[in-house]
């Protein structure tokens, strides 16, 4: 499967995860207005202009750019939520031990009319998981494992679904009047490059 119809697939997981109607607060579509793209919030036109924050270890230079984009008419933000968790079933999925409450929190605090799209990697999987399905992780050309889940994984695309769908049930319960959208990203600085593709090694080795 090319890593575009995964890419593809991994969107349409988000919008079923999340049964669209009655999950969304706002509704935000998209649709052609001839041949151009037009944003449309609550059916009011919406300028199509984002700013993407991750704050990693300090929160304060992104909160200020945040601000700085507020004022000048850019509210669309889309944070990136690092380490999402891997809950296992029967596991109630919650806020605590990671930090998601925290960036979209931190966004909030610097435009609190902000829209969110949070954007999220989901090819890290927790040890459980690893343990589980060790032969699902990345395989390069060298023979090594990498540490993140092989795009190719039948296993991994079942149980990421779930993750999607927990991760998203969650951040409506709490922010969904702010979030119009989701952005779901994985592998080398979550743009779906391939583990390891910088340092020149190959993946995509494991088996069917």
Known sequence: MKITTIIISFFSLVIAACGLSPCLAIDATVT????????RING???????????FLNAL??????IGMAANHGVKIVSPTLWG???????????????????????VLAANPNALIIPRFPVDQPATWWITQYPDDMTLF????????????SANWRRDAAKQIGNVI?????????HIIGYHVGGQETAEWFYEKFWDGKYAGYEGP
Not at 141 to 152: I, L, Q, W
């Open 141 to 152: 050309s060298d023979g090594t494992r990498g540490a993140m889940a092989s795009v190719h």
């Open 44 to 54: 009011m036109l919406a300028a199509p202009a984002l700013f993407q924050v991750g």
């Open 60 to 65: 304060e230079p992104g909160k200020t750019e």
């Open 169 to 177: 049930r969650l951040l409506e319960a709490r922010y969904g009047d």
């Open 84 to 106: 999402i968790p891997w809950w296992q079933d029967g596991v109630q999925p919650s806020f605590d031990g990671n930090d998601m409450d925290y960036w979209m929190d931190a």
């Open 32 to 39: 052609s207005v001839g041949s151009v793209p037009t944003l």
